[in-house]
């Protein structure tokens, strides 16, 4: 029975896409519209959208409470600017963050549920989850059940996000496809809607650990799909590109295949983020015409 829910929901969208025809498609958005948006306003949206990212091995409290320190100043010496969207760190150090964060209006993001392998009980996910939201997180990244959505058991993957999103409660979670390891446009078709189907208020391509990360065609069909799901819901689902996003460019192209799929409603960065590190740095740089490595 309860099968036949998410085999019913998946069922209501069309999976009639080739991966040519994704490319394609990515292609000509590339060629006609990239262009137009490569303006210093649309850099500026940019930085306000990054999503400041540490999930290092070597990661310390010394470390992450001088990361936040830096977003802190960054209000200070940029007052005209936007300061960035989020800051993304393991779940030990939501409180280290939540103590030492200044700055309205920056969220607090934690990867949790056994980031990035998710290979864990759901009762340690759900424990994991459950401190970094005590701890101060104000959004949490989790990443599906990748092994189990390949295996076609669609009811686990679900079962285990909507358990996650009962967690997080009114805290925005973002659920993390790892695109590169579905490797067709129709699986991760799939993957976003059981997502959303699910739970997600955002999707998201990658975790950033593995490579292919974040892909414009993958971008693209994740954009469909949220379009599709839409317009049958009238839910709107955010969508975070990470991993793999290493020029300016690659954010304009990431921004660009939003605007065309998903239209100015999604533009904002409430529903449009960017996870990295080393791509503010760049999009500050440009925006003040200034090589600077603030972060």
Known sequence: MEENKYEKALSLYNYDITDEEV???????????????????????????????????????????????????????????P??????????????????????????????????????????KVAETALAVKDGATEIDIVQSVGKFLSGD???????????????????MKVILETG?????????????????AGADYIKTSTGKLEPAATPEAAYVMCQAIKEYYEKTGIQIGFKPAGGLNTVMDAVTMYT??????????????????GTSRLANLLLSEVTGVETKFF
């Open 154 to 172: 669609y009811e686990t993957v679900a079962d285990e996000i909507g358990e996650l999103k009962a967690v997080c409660g009114h805290r925005k």
């Open 23 to 81: 490319r394609e498609a990515v292609k000509k958005i590339i060629a006609e519209k990239v262009l137009e948006n490569d303006t210093p306003e649309v850099k500026k949206f940019l930085l306000g959208s990054v999503e400041l990212t540490t999930l290092k091995t070597t990661d310390s409290e010394e470390s992450v409470m001088a990361f936040t320190e830096r977003v802190n100043a960054f209000d200070e010496q940029y007052p005209e600017l």
């Open 257 to 274: 295949i939003v605007k065309e799929v998903l239209g100015e409603q999604w533009l904002t960065n409430q529903w449009f983020r960017m």
């Open 181 to 197: 390891c579905l490797k067709t446009a129709q699986n991760i078709k799939k993957a976003s809607i059981l997502a959303m189907y």
């Open 83 to 124: 300061h960035v969207a989020t800051i993304c760190v393991y779940p030990c150090f939501a409180k280290t963050v939540s103590e030492t964060l200044e700055i309205d209006g920056v969220e607090i993001a934690c990867v949790s549920g056994s980031f990035p392998s998710s290979q864990a009980l759901i009762e340690v």
